[in-house]
C-alpha cells in the first residue's frame, strides 16, 4: 500500500490551510492520493484528527456581518464581479465544510462509501473555488478583493456534535439552494456576453458547478437516509425537526424542484420550511 496520512489528518491539514489556492491545490492532492488508493482496490485507514473550530483563513477578503455586505446589483460589471466574489467565498467554505465532516465525525462508524462521497466533493469543490478564482482574476478582481459574508461557517459550528444535523443542513439545505439559484446566474452571465469578456468562462464554470453540486445534495441526502435507517426514525420528520433546531429562518422558494428530485430531495421535504 502506498504510504499516506490517515484521511482525518489529511482533512485536518486542509482545514489549518490559510490560503485559497494553497488550501484547494493540497485538497485535490490529499484527494487523488485517496481515490487513486481505492482505485487500486485499498481501504486506507481513517484514522482521527482534532479539527479546528473554524478553518484557517486568508487575510483577504474581509469578513462582514451578513446584513453590511453591500447588495449585489447583476446589471453592472461590478455587479458580477461581486456575484462572482460571493460564489468564489462559498466554494471556498464548501472546501472546508467537506473535510470538517471527514474530520470531525470519525467517531461514528460509516461505511468506507461515506468517505468516498465527501472526498470527491471536497475534491469538486476545489476544482470550483479555483474556476471562479481564475474568472475573477480574469476580471481583475482577485478573490480577496472585496468584503464576504461571515457567517458561512455559522451551519459548521451549529452542528459540530451533531453528523445528522449537518447532512440536513449544510448538503440538504444550504447546497440545495444552490441548486435554486444558480440557473439565474448563469442567465445574468449569458446576458452579459457581448460586453463582458470574461462572462463566457463565468458561464462555463457555472454550468460546471451546477451539475456537480446535484450529486453532493444527492450524498446528503443519501447518509441522512441511512443514518434515519440506523436509528428507525423517519427521515422526513428527521429532516424538519433538525432544520428547524439548526437553521435559522425559512428556506426561501422557488425551489428547483427537478434539480432537487433528482438529488434525493422530494417536496415534502423543503415545502413544509419554507416561507
Same mark, same amino acid.
Given at each position: 500500500m502506498t504510504e499516506m496520512l490517515p484521511l482525518a489528518e489529511m482533512a485536518d491539514a486542509v482545514l489549518r490551510t490559510a490560503d485559497g489556492r494553497e488550501k484547494?491545490?493540497?485538497s485535490r492532492h490529499y484527494a487523488g492520493l485517496w481515490q487513486a488508493?481505492?482505485?487500486?482496490?485499498?481501504?486506507?485507514?481513517?484514522?482521527?484528527? $482534532?479539527p479546528p473550530d473554524r478553518p484557517a483563513r486568508p487575510a483577504r477578503p474581509e469578513l462582514l456581518d451578513p446584513r453590511d455586505v453591500p447588495r449585489r446589483r447583476p446589471g453592472s460589471p461590478q455587479g458580477r464581479r461581486a456575484i462572482l466574489h460571493a460564489v468564489a467565498h462559498i466554494e471556498l467554505n464548501a472546501v472546508?465544510?467537506?473535510?470538517?465532516?471527514?474530520?470531525?465525525?470519525t467517531h461514528i462508524p460509516m461505511p468506507i462509501g461515506f468517505y468516498d462521497d465527501w472526498v470527491k466533493s471536497a475534491d469538486e469543490e476545489s476544482k470550483h473555488f479555483n474556476l471562479i478564482c481564475d474568472v475573477l482574476d480574469a476580471m481583475d478582481c482577485p478573490y480577496g478583493t472585496l468584503p464576504a459574508h461571515a457567517g458561512m461557517w455559522r451551519a459548521a459550528e451549529d452542528t459540530k456534535d451533531d453528523l445528522m444535523g449537518r447532512l440536513a443542513v449544510v448538503p440538504m439545505v444550504l447546497e440545495a439552494r444552490g441548486l435554486d439559484v444558480t440557473p439565474g446566474m448563469i442567465e445574468i452571465f449569458e446576458k452579459a456576453k457581448k460586453d463582458e469578456?470574461?462572462? !463566457?468562462?463565468?458561464?462555463? !464554470?457555472?454550468?460546471?458547478?451546477?451539475?456537480?453540486?446535484?450529486?453532493?445534495?444527492?450524498?446528503? $441526502?443519501?447518509?441522512?437516509?441511512?443514518?434515519?435507517?440506523?436509528?428507525?426514525?423517519?427521515?422526513?420528520?428527521a429532516f424538519h425537526d433538525l432544520v428547524r433546531r439548526y437553521f435559522h429562518g425559512a428556506l426561501k422558494p422557488p425551489f428547483n424542484e427537478e434539480k432537487r428530485a433528482e438529488a434525493g430531495l422530494p417536496p415534502d421535504f423543503y415545502w413544509p420550511l419554507a416561507d
Amino acid at each position: 500500500m502506498t504510504e499516506m496520512l490517515p484521511l482525518a489528518e489529511m482533512a485536518d491539514a486542509v482545514l489549518r490551510t490559510a490560503d485559497g489556492r494553497e488550501k484547494t491545490a493540497l485538497s485535490r492532492h490529499y484527494a487523488g492520493l485517496w481515490q487513486a488508493a481505492r482505485a487500486r482496490g485499498e481501504t486506507p485507514e481513517i484514522g482521527t484528527a $482534532s479539527p479546528p473550530d473554524r478553518p484557517a483563513r486568508p487575510a483577504r477578503p474581509e469578513l462582514l456581518d451578513p446584513r453590511d455586505v453591500p447588495r449585489r446589483r447583476p446589471g453592472s460589471p461590478q455587479g458580477r464581479r461581486a456575484i462572482l466574489h460571493a460564489v468564489a467565498h462559498i466554494e471556498l467554505n464548501a472546501v472546508d465544510l467537506h473535510w470538517d465532516i471527514v474530520a470531525r465525525f470519525t467517531h461514528i462508524p460509516m461505511p468506507i462509501g461515506f468517505y468516498d462521497d465527501w472526498v470527491k466533493s471536497a475534491d469538486e469543490e476545489s476544482k470550483h473555488f479555483n474556476l471562479i478564482c481564475d474568472v475573477l482574476d480574469a476580471m481583475d478582481c482577485p478573490y480577496g478583493t472585496l468584503p464576504a459574508h461571515a457567517g458561512m461557517w455559522r451551519a459548521a459550528e451549529d452542528t459540530k456534535d451533531d453528523l445528522m444535523g449537518r447532512l440536513a443542513v449544510v448538503p440538504m439545505v444550504l447546497e440545495a439552494r444552490g441548486l435554486d439559484v444558480t440557473p439565474g446566474m448563469i442567465e445574468i452571465f449569458e446576458k452579459a456576453k457581448k460586453d463582458e469578456p470574461a462572462a !463566457a468562462q463565468a458561464v462555463d !464554470a457555472m454550468h460546471v458547478i451546477y451539475a456537480e453540486e446535484v450529486h453532493h445534495v444527492a450524498y446528503g $441526502s443519501k447518509w441522512f437516509h441511512f443514518l434515519c435507517g440506523r436509528h428507525d426514525t423517519d427521515p422526513k420528520d428527521a429532516f424538519h425537526d433538525l432544520v428547524r433546531r439548526y437553521f435559522h429562518g425559512a428556506l426561501k422558494p422557488p425551489f428547483n424542484e427537478e434539480k432537487r428530485a433528482e438529488a434525493g430531495l422530494p417536496p415534502d421535504f423543503y415545502w413544509p420550511l419554507a416561507d
